[in-house]
């Protein structure tokens, strides 16, 4: 009955979403009617982040936004994870303490979540924030036996005694122990068991503790931050997919344990990796850009929409043609943006706001893309679907602009006015592109097109170009002028080809 048909409270459709737990679809349903609860797996500031880095977060951008579109009054928790190994050694790289060295990059990812255009949480916590309240629910799992102290004072938590450990990942445990490797740190009583905290090792940060100095373990900080600012049980966990395990098995294990409350989380939310050539991006692997470098150089609007147009479960593999998709269709966009804008001035000159029959049927085709663009969100956050049906009310907009009088009649004002209001109110709102000011934007996508081209052009060598390089360079090598030769195959790499000597000589590429 349609009565009956449950909606948001802005009367929106109810969404679903895939939870990872159940790897189902599940209507949304939140504690508390008309309130929701999200936290989000933040990074750890030890450096720049990395565009990979800055799809995890726009993704819990986009939920906030949506659920706050849906009239939810929306609790969203992201965390800064500022104490960890990392930290403290690029710290001693760099020769400062490392809460100096976490402070600094704190500040700087603000900086490119603010050029992202991404929202202000309602709480950003930070590790070093919140260790009385890790102390806390470490003291509770203990007391509840599912953790035990370690000669050196080192608390771990006892995966045996958590039954049901294993549960998000749909891992087993005979399969986790026969794949670790025995680790031949003592204390241990089991080898999957982890440390919730760790005892302070010398010249390191450590606060004090019922087990002495230390400082906490990565997973517990997530339980007891969350905890805190959200209660032992919360609607939505996001994080990257990288994080299912073990980073969230462990905080199930860990929040489970300390409260005595169960679920931990009723939906847990993550995104797809972005990878390079299918690997996923990460500073380890060193196949990374820069969300920095890429945002000074493409901007938020086509950062934004470079990273949210692919569904946010889907592997995202990055490269020129992801960019120039992006580039394309922010051009159309804005180019509609643009005459809609220019018609709608019109408005005050035309009194008479009555649609011709073409531009009628117009009207009647951005309805059907407002409810498409709604049930598309309300999908598991469909943003190509939603975009692919703003696409194709765009396409209708052009069409009925190139008949005859098509333009500058009152139902074209009116579509026009429908059309603006589909893409602010509808794309806008949820994923937070659009919103420019179309002549600033087009004048900004042709300089990232001018610029994109003349770099390609200055860094291309002709076959013939490259083939005399080559020759050079063995002229070089056989006259042994090796300081030549090098100079000409890294003349060569600047510009993208790669030489290889084999027995049969010598063979170059493009990289
Ligand atoms: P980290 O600083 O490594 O803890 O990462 C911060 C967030 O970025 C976490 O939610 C990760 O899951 C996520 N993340 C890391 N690398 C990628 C990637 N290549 N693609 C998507 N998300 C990622
Ligand atoms: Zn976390």
Not at 149 to 164: L, N
Not at 459 to 467: D, K, N, P, T, Y
Request: aromatic residues 8%; glycine residues 8%; hydrophobic residues 40%.
């Amino acid at each position: 009955h349609l009565m009956d048909a449950p909606s948001s409270p802005n009367s929106l459709p109810i969404p679903s979403i895939l939870n990872t737990m159940t790897r189902k679809r599940e209507p949304l349903r939140t504690l508390q009617p008309g309130k929701v609860s999200l936290y989000s797996c933040g990074p750890t500031v030890w450096n720049y982040i990395h565009i990979g880095n800055l799809r995890a977060a726009l993704t819990s951008d986009l939920f906030f936004r949506y659920f706050r579109k849906l009239g939810y009054d929306v609790t969203y928790v992201r965390n800064y994870t500022d104490v960890d190994d990392k930290i403290i050694q690029q710290a001693a790289k760099e020769g400062v303490a490392p809460d100096q060295l976490s402070r600094k990059y704190t500040q700087e990812v603000e900086r490119d979540y603010a050029l992202a255009g991404m929202l202000e949480p309602t709480h950003k916590t930070k590790v070093t924030e919140h260790i009385p309240e890790i102390i806390a629910l470490i003291e509770n799992i203990l007391k509840n036996g599912k953790a035990y102290v370690a000669k050196d004072g080192e608390v771990f938590f006892s995966i045996d005694a958590f039954p049901t450990y294993g549960k998000l990942s749909g891992k087993k445990l005979e399969d986790l122990d026969a794949g670790v490797r025995v680790e031949v740190r003592d204390g241990k009583k089991n080898p999957l068991d982890f440390s919730l905290w760790k005892p302070a090792k010398p010249g390191e940060p450590f606060w004090e503790s019922p087990w002495g100095k230390g400082r906490p373990g990565w997973h517990i900080e997530c339980s007891a931050m969350a905890m805190k600012w959200l209660g032992p049980k919360m609607d939505i966990h996001h994080g990257g997919e990288d994080l299912v395990f073990p980073h969230h098995e462990n905080e199930i294990a860990q929040s489970e344990a300390g409260s005595g409350v169960a679920p931990y989380v009723g939906c847990w939310v993550h995104n797809g990796f972005l990878t390079m050539n299918k690997e996923k991006m990460s500073k380890s692997l060193g196949n990374i850009v820069s969300a920095r470098d890429f945002l000074s150089e493409y901007g938020g609007e086509v950062t934004r929409y470079m990273l949210l147009s692919v569904h946010y479960r889907a592997l995202l593999d990055f490269g020129d043609d992801s960019l120039e998709t992006a580039l394309s269709s922010l051009q159309r966009l804005y180019e509609a943006k643009q005459k809609a804008q220019a018609l709608t001035k019109l408005r005050a000159a035309m009194p008479d706001q009555r649609a011709e029959a073409s531009w009628g049927q117009f009207l009647a085709e951005a309805e059907a893309a407002r409810r498409e663009i709604r049930a598309a969100f309300a999908q598991d956050l469909n943003t190509s679907g939603a975009l692919g049906a703003l696409f194709k009310l765009i396409r209708e907009f052009n069409r009925n602009l190139a008949e005859p009088h098509g333009s500058g009649t009152p139902g074209a004002i009116l579509g026009a006015t429908e059309l603006l209001s589909v893409l602010e109110s509808e794309i806008g709102d949820v994923m937070g592109v659009g919103r420019l000011a179309p002549e600033k934007a087009l004048q900004d996508f042709d300089g990232i097109r001018e610029r994109r081209a003349k770099r390609a052009g200055g860094e291309r060598l002709s076959a013939e170009e490259i083939e005399a390089l080559v020759k050079a360079r063995l002229a070089a090598r056989q006259a042994k002028d090796f300081k030549e030769s090098d100079r000409i195959r890294d003349e060569l790499a600047a510009k993208g080809v790669v030489i290889k000597d084999g027995p049969q000589g010598t063979h170059w590429e493009y990289r």
